[in-house]
């Protein structure tokens, strides 16, 4: 429930539904859905999100915790871009595997703090799993 009395619910969160009824939300199990804000009407998420909150389809909050990862810009992918590592997300409604930045000069890490490759073309090199820069000379 979105309100503080459980008894007399009238709006969920998302990932529930409403039970006119009984005036109780339960946790949705169907085909994920959001809520059109213009025509107030249920709309089904794209098919990689587990969960999405409009205004399109494509606005995922969760995606498939097997095999898939959620970009900062909501689409649900199978990898991580270059120079991004996975970890899991978990808040009160869900958990899903989400891409943060690998540290500065890697281009491929397993961790916020553990580098397996260096952009050796800005100048960084690899040392004991983080990536330092090159000094001049002089």
Same mark, same amino acid.
């Given at each position: 429930?979105?309100?503080?009395?459980?008894?007399?619910?009238?709006? +969920?969160?998302?990932?529930?539904?409403?039970?006119?009824?009984?005036?109780? +939300?339960?946790? $949705?199990?169907?085909?994920?859905? $959001?809520? &059109?804000?213009?025509?107030? !009407?249920?709309? *089904?998420?794209?098919?990689?999100?587990?969960?999405?909150?409009?205004? /399109?389809?494509?606005?995922?909050?969760?995606?498939?915790?097997?095999? #898939?990862?959620?970009?900062? &810009?909501?689409?649900?992918?199978? &990898?991580?871009?270059?120079?991004?590592?996975?970890?899991?997300?978990?808040?009160? !409604?869900?958990?899903? %595997?989400?891409?943060?930045?690998? *540290?500065?000069? +890697?281009?491929?890490? &397993?961790? #916020?703090?553990?580098?397996?490759?260096?952009?050796?073309? /800005?100048?960084? $090199?690899?040392?004991?799993?983080? +990536?330092?820069?090159?000094? %001049?000379?002089?």
């Amino acid at each position: 429930c979105t309100s503080s009395n459980e008894s007399s619910c009238s709006a +969920c969160k998302i990932g529930y539904i409403y039970m006119p009824e009984s005036h109780r +939300c339960e946790k $949705y199990t169907g085909k994920a859905y $959001y809520i &059109d804000s213009g025509t107030s !009407e249920t709309r *089904p998420c794209h098919s990689s999100c587990t969960q999405c909150k409009g205004p /399109k389809p494509t606005d995922c909050t969760a995606c498939n915790l097997i095999t #898939e990862v959620l970009l900062n &810009d909501g689409h649900c992918v199978n &990898d991580c871009p270059e120079a991004f590592f996975m970890t899991e997300n978990r808040t009160n !409604e869900t958990k899903t %595997n989400i891409c943060l930045p690998c *540290p500065s000069g +890697c281009t491929r890490c &397993d961790g #916020e703090a553990s580098c397996v490759r260096c952009n050796m073309d /800005k100048g960084f $090199y690899l040392q004991d799993r983080m +990536c330092v820069p090159t000094c %001049n000379k002089g």
